[in-house]
């Protein structure tokens, strides 16, 4: 049997086929997503565009491969707004989950409800910069016919779930990051949705639990080349899918991601909360919960240095490998894109600790690599000072492709890494996670029989940096403490 994982990203669409029997990728393909920035945190693109990468992506497999699937589950990317007419148009461009433009509308939903404490409380969460929930509230603010025309919220996974099979679901573990569901109730907030826009509620779709939501739509199984008896399973948010794709389904098993965005989770049997709020309280889509550390820059940070050296991936690494722990006293803060924890919104990037003799392409390599990690630290902190022990990390992302890096989160966290042979972490678990809600049975079995780990890509704390980061990860702390009123 195949299993199709759909995963859209912010770069791109993926689909990956699973081939159940053989426990192999049977067939791949991705089509690359545009992206719309401007100045004061927009960033935005067309729903339109993830269709057209849906249809080229499926376009580009095998029609063999594509009559052999039988479950499609989408991973989609997080907070992102979509707002839909019943007729099928999306009534403007989908702020994304990178999008810190309706920073001054989280600040107007937390008041109304009575300040950040009391929400954080009361949903499980605060409403941060980039969750669904002050978006909604900028669209009414900012174009009130739009917003009255609008029929339902969906988030992008949402959406393109409507697209397979017409249903107009969102589903428990993707809901729990707009900041409009109670992550202890698993229902939405009634007093969330009166602060955000009154009457909100009425415009907000069924919340359901991991199951198949039906069958794929005739139309779009011709535009697909696929069975019209594929059936569609919930799915859910990237970070959720992630986590199937790499196991962390039961308690004890933490994943990094070092994507566009950084993530750091691990499944909880029990209903999450941190009350320093560093980590969000999300549900997972594995009927658990889903504590994770979320951070807007992670190869935003490599990527945007490794471009302005005009070198490829494999050289920026190797630059860093050269300069060495601590990067000859460079400190990156590494918030291009602003922050979610830290909690800078207006966050930019900064390059501290410079001296004549040690401003050169290795040693701000290494820093950008060493200061995304930093921000990890901070979430490890919070896992352990909220009792979930890390013993061990499993790595996925396109940052895990880089041995330097692979060893430096093992070094800096004093944590064994392990990196899954499957990497697309977000498409291959959207799959098995069809696979779960079409066949049943329990996740974590699921998981162990399917997710295989690569030893060559193993990485074990060497212990002879852990003084110098211990150090650094000190002055790290104290920048960004430092820089709080220019970034807030």
Not at 1 to 16: E, L, N, W
Not at 52 to 73: H, M, Q, T, W, Y
Not at 148 to 176: K, T
Not at 459 to 467: F, I, L, R, T, V
Request: hydrophobic content about 40%; charged content about 20%; overall charge negative.
């Amino acid at each position: 049997m195949f299993a199709a994982g759909i995963d859209a990203g912010t770069q791109s669409i993926k689909v990956v086929v699973y081939d159940t029997e053989r426990k192999c990728i049977a067939a791949s393909s991705s089509a690359p997503l545009d992206l719309i920035e401007q100045e004061g945190g927009v960033r935005e693109q067309e729903a339109e565009w993830w269709l057209d990468a849906v249809r080229a992506c499926f376009s580009n497999l095998d029609p063999s491969v594509r009559e052999g699937i039988k479950v499609i589950s989408v991973s989609g990317q997080q907070h992102g707004f979509v707002p839909f007419r019943k007729d099928g148009s999306v009534l403007y461009s989908v702020k994304l989950w990178c999008d810190t433009s309706t920073s001054q509308e989280c600040g107007e939903i937390e008041d109304a409800m009575g300040g950040r404490s009391v929400v954080a409380s009361r949903l499980g969460n605060p409403i941060l910069p980039g969750y669904t929930a002050s978006k909604i509230r900028w669209l009414w603010k900012n174009h009130r016919d739009l917003y009255e025309a609008m029929d339902y919220v969906l988030l992008p996974h949402d959406y393109l779930n409507w697209y397979l099979c017409g249903e107009i679901v969102m589903e428990r573990g993707d809901a729990s990051g707009t900041g409009l569901m109670n992550i202890f109730t698993g229902k939405w907030d009634d007093d969330a949705c009166e602060a955000v826009v009154p009457g909100l509620r009425a415009k907000l779709p069924e919340i359901v639990r991991a199951g198949i939501i039906g069958r794929i739509r005739r139309e779009t199984a011709s535009e697909l080349g696929l069975s019209p008896d594929v059936s569609i399973a919930s799915g859910g948010g990237d970070n959720m899918m992630s986590a199937v794709g790499t196991g962390a389904v039961e308690d004890g098993i933490v994943t990094m991601s070092l994507g566009t965005s950084g993530t750091l989770f691990s499944s909880s049997s029990h209903a999450f909360h941190d009350p320093k709020l560093r980590l969000a309280s999300f549900c997972s889509s594995t009927e658990t919960w889903l504590p994770l550390l979320c951070t807007m820059n992670c190869t935003v940070a490599s990527e945007t240095l490794r471009k302005l050296f005009g070198q490829d991936v494999k050289a920026f690494d190797a630059a860093a490998e050269r300069s060495g722990a601590g990067a000859g006293g460079l400190i990156m803060l590494p918030f291009f894109n602003g922050e979610r924890v830290p909690d800078y919104p207006h966050g930019e990037g900064v390059l501290l600790g410079m001296r004549q003799s040690n401003v050169t392409e290795e040693n701000i390599a290494r820093a950008t690599l060493e200061g995304v990690t930093y921000e990890f630290l901070l979430g490890l902190d919070a896992f352990r000072e909220n009792g979930i022990d890390v013993s061990f990390l499993t790595l996925t992302g396109g940052g895990s492709k880089s041995r330097v890096w692979r060893q430096l989160v093992a070094d800096m966290t004093g944590c064994p890494v392990r990196v899954p042979v499957i990497r697309e972490a977000a498409a291959f678990g959207a799959a098995l996670h069809g696979i779960w809600c079409l066949l049943g049975g329990r996740i974590e079995d699921v998981a162990k029989e399917h997710i295989a780990y690569d030893e060559s890509a193993s990485a074990a704390p060497s212990g002879k940096d852990a003084e110098v980061y211990r150090e650094c990860y000190r002055k790290w702390l104290c920048y960004s403490d430092s820089l709080a009123p220019v970034f807030r």
